[in-house]
Nanobody
Framework: QVQLVESGGGLVQAGGSLRLSCAASGRTFSSYAMGWFRQAPGKDREFVAAVSWSNGITYYADSVKGRFTISRDNAKNLVYLQMNSLKPEDTAVYYC?????????????????WGQGTQVTVSS
């Protein structure tokens, strides 16, 4: 069992930065690959970024490459999403997800646990 709670969302201006955090409860956090997804109003949930158990392998959606960075601290049971150069189209509810595997995945169906989400709003 693992529970995820996101935090760090808020309102920022275009070009600004924001760091999201995901706190995980559970004794096997380090065994899970972690991912971030987002969902804008009226749209499907989409993949943003993922990181393997070792924090050495990452993958990003084309829309956020070069701007977002995913990382994790297994000792603290935390995963982060550093978001720079934010754009209005980044506005969405951001969700942290955990997969019961050491490897990464980019689809929602491959993730076993989800947080409640945190709102990110980028003004123009």
């Amino acid at each position: 069992q693992v529970q995820l709670v996101e935090s760090g969302g808020g309102l920022v201006q275009a070009g600004g930065s924001l760091r999201l955090s995901c706190a995980a409860s559970g004794r096997t956090f380090s065994s899970y690959a972690m991912g971030w997804f987002r969902q804008a109003p009226g749209k499907d949930r989409e993949f943003v970024a993922a990181v393997s158990w070792s924090n050495g392998i990452t993958y990003y959606a084309d829309s956020v490459k070069g701007r977002f960075t995913i990382s994790r601290d297994n000792a603290k049971n935390l995963v982060y999403l550093q978001m720079n150069s934010l754009k209005p189209e980044d506005t969405a509810v951001y969700y942290c997800a955990a997969r019961g595997s050491y490897t990464m995945a980019t689809t929602t169906a491959n993730y076993d646990y989800w947080g409640q989400g945190t709102q990110v709003t980028v003004s123009s």
